[in-house]
T-cell receptor, first 113, second 114 residues
Framework: DQQVKQNSPSLSVQEGRISILNCDYT??????FLWYKKYPAEGPTFLIS?????DKNEDGRFTVFLNKSAKHLSLHIVPSQPGDSAVYFC????????????FGQGTTLQVKP | DSGVTQTPKHLITATGQRVTLRCSPR?????VYWYQQSLDQGLQFLIQ???????AKGNILERFSAQQFPDLHSELNLSSLELGDSALYFC?????????????FGPGTRLTVL
């Protein structure tokens, strides 16, 4: 049972444009969501997070939006840069648990110069 | 460099064998997590230790076991290996437990079972 889903395996965007990566979840107990970025041959690195008490969190070029009623979150990257090309994982957790993260399958973003 | 080290980087072995993957957390981190990433899959949580004690368990197979030692390094033991165990195994560490503590991931160990 895939509790966190990223339905787009890949996304290609032109440099300078907006990249939108989507994520859906099914478990209503999740109240904390994260995005991780992964380059080849490296481990994932934390990018941005959002708590369920918010519907938006912004950090520089990265903004995460949360729609609790739709159980959907998205990551916006504006403007996209070639260095943003990587695999992006959405992850979810519950604030009451020990910290284990439930990950989506990942979306490969390619930003073309 | 996340500060989390994993050895070995690559491991090739045969079905039925047993292997041990090692993880050294960032200095000062007490919590260690193990995740498995199979082909085209997201990372699957296996198990978590905090200061030497098991704190949470995911869908970890009975053939797999882990422990965290007094110096806080952790080992993941995989036995009676099957072809389907071929995957990337990531270790992550954080200062404490709870999702608000950022998890720092190591570069992973790629296991190939032939």
């Amino acid at each position: 049972d895939q509790q966190v889903k990223q339905n787009s395996p890949s996304l290609s965007v032109q440099e300078g444009r907006i990249s939108i990566l989507n994520c859906d979840y099914t478990n209503s107990m999740f109240d904390y969501f994260l995005w991780y970025k992964k380059y080849p041959a490296e481990g994932p690195t934390f990018l941005i997070s959002i708590s369920s008490i918010k519907d938006k969190n912004e950090d520089g070029r990265f903004t995460v939006f949360l729609n609790k009623s739709a159980k959907h979150l998205s990551l916006h990257i504006v403007p996209s840069q070639p260095g943003d090309s990587a695999v992006y994982f959405c992850a979810a957790s519950n604030s009451g648990n020990t910290g284990k993260l439930i990950f989506g399958q990942g979306t490969t973003l390619q930003v073309k110069p | 460099d996340s500060g989390v080290t994993q050895t070995p980087k690559h491991l090739i072995t045969a079905t039925g064998q047993r292997v041990t993957l090692r993880c050294s957390p960032r200095s000062g981190d007490l919590s260690v997590y193990w995740y498995q990433q199979s082909l085209d899959q997201g990372l699957q949580f296996l198990i978590q230790y905090y200061n030497g004690e098991e704190r949470a368990k995911g869908n970890i197979l009975e053939r797999f076991s882990a422990q965290q030692f007094p110096d806080l390094h952790s080992e993941l033991n995989l036995s009676s290996l099957e072809l389907g165990d071929s995957a990337l195994y990531f270790c992550a560490s954080s200062v404490a437990t709870g999702p608000y503590n950022e998890q720092f991931f190591g570069p992973g160990t790629r296991l190939t079972v032939l």
